[in-house]
C-alpha cells in the first residue's frame, strides 16, 4: 500500500503562485504514471497535469503555460508549480501515482488526500 501526502495548498489572490508538494510515505518499486487532478466544488474531478515514465508532461488546455509538473526520480515526489493562479484554479489538488510496490505487485493506482486551493479574485 502506498500512501500520498498533498501539501502546499492554501489561499492566495489571482495572478499568485502555489507549488504543491506530493510525498510518497513507502518505498515505491516503479512508477508508470504521476497526475494532478483537481475537483471544484459540485464537479467531478479532472486531470490537470500528468508526467510519464520516461518524463514527459501533459496539461490541461486551461492551465498550458501556467502549470509545471515535475518529479524527482530519487525520492519519487511530485510537484505542481502553479503560477498566474486564476479564480477557476479553485479546488482540492489531487496527486495520484500508478506504480508498482514490488516487482512481483502487479501496476495499482494511489491517490493523495488532497489539498486545498483557493485562489480569490
Known amino acids: 500500500q502506498v500512501q500520498l501526502v498533498e501539501s502546499g495548498g492554501g489561499l492566495v489572490q489571482a495572478g499568485g503562485s502555489l507549488r504543491l508538494v506530493c510525498a510518497a510515505s513507502t518505498k515505491i518499486f516503479s512508477i508508470s504514471r504521476m497526475s494532478w487532478y483537481r475537483q471544484a466544488p459540485g464537479e467531478q474531478r479532472v486531470l490537470v497535469a500528468s508526467i510519464d515514465l520516461p518524463g514527459r508532461p501533459t496539461y490541461r488546455d486551461s492551465v498550458k503555460g501556467r502549470f509545471a509538473i515535475s518529479r524527482d526520480r530519487s525520492t519519487n515526489a511530485l510537484y505542481l508549480q502553479m503560477n498566474s493562479l486564476q479564480p477557476e484554479d479553485t479546488g482540492v489538488y489531487y496527486c495520484?501515482?500508478?506504480?508498482?510496490?514490488?516487482?512481483?505487485?502487479?501496476?495499482?493506482?494511489?491517490w493523495g488526500q488532497g489539498t486545498q486551493v483557493t485562489v480569490s479574485p
Open positions: 495520484n501515482y500508478y506504480c508498482k510496490v514490488a516487482s512481483l505487485r502487479p501496476l495499482s493506482e494511489y
